[in-house]
């Protein structure tokens, strides 16, 4: 059975503060994904790896970096923390060739 | 413009009744397609990809029209049990495999 899974379910965090979230899958993925996912705007891509050590900017990468330093591992960094990054974050990974794309459970940030 | 678009809904519609979706993508380059389904508060989970001859799995039929840029998913027969959340997703190699959403048709059904 696949499996993607994230550090946390739910996360408090203050302003200002840096957060790591992390995202680990089993599947000897190539390629994994971070978004965003809030009301109205659906699954924003945050930041992409297809491999070690390399990464990739989505869509709204400002405010966030990743680190990739083995295949299974890609992790989400806010520099720091603001209100507005309080949202769902959702990891994701699939192999080579674009095939369907597993996602983790998703990490409820909530930043005050 | 968006890459993908969906009507949002809701659509409400009577347990056994017929429901079509349709999501519309504006790169025509685009060579994957996909229909997932998420619940309330879970992560997002493939419901079927869809292929350009069209396919179908029990109740469920999606479709692509590539002359058109878009693809449909039509539910028939509705259970309590397809309430959810439904998102297309497109992907086309040449953006190093990024996979673009729909921002997702909430389907309630109704006893």
């Known amino acids: 059975d696949v499996k993607v899974t994230q550090s946390s379910r739910y996360l408090v965090k203050r302003t200002g503060e840096k957060v790591f979230l992390e995202c680990v899958q089993d599947m000897d993925h190539e390629n994994m994904f971070w978004y965003r996912q809030d009301p109205g705007l659906g699954l924003r891509l945050i930041y992409f790896s297809y491999d070690v050590k390399m990464k990739e900017k989505g869509d709204i990468p400002e405010g966030y970096s990743v680190s990739r330093e083995k295949k299974e591992r890609f992790s989400l960094i806010l520099e720091s923390a603001s209100t507005n990054q309080t949202s769902m974050y959702l990891c994701a990974s699939v192999t080579q060739g674009a095939y369907e794309q597993y996602f983790g459970p998703g990490t409820r940030l909530t930043v005050t | 413009r968006k890459e993908v678009e969906q009507d949002p809904g809701p659509f409400n519609v009577p347990e056994g009744a017929t429901v079509a979706f349709n999501c519309t993508y504006s790169?025509?380059?685009?060579?994957?397609f996909f229909w997932y389904r998420q619940d309330c508060r879970k992560e997002p989970k493939l419901l079927m990809s869809v292929y350009s001859s069209g396919n179908e799995d029990g109740r469920f039929t999606a479709q692509l029209n590539r002359a058109s840029q878009y693809i449909s998913l039509l539910i028939r027969d509705s259970k309590l049990s397809d309430s959810a959340t439904y998102l297309c997703a497109v992907n086309d190699f040449s953006t190093g495999n990024q996979f673009y959403f729909g921002t997702g048709t909430s389907l309630t059904v109704i006893p």
């Open positions: 790169n025509s380059a685009s060579q994957s």
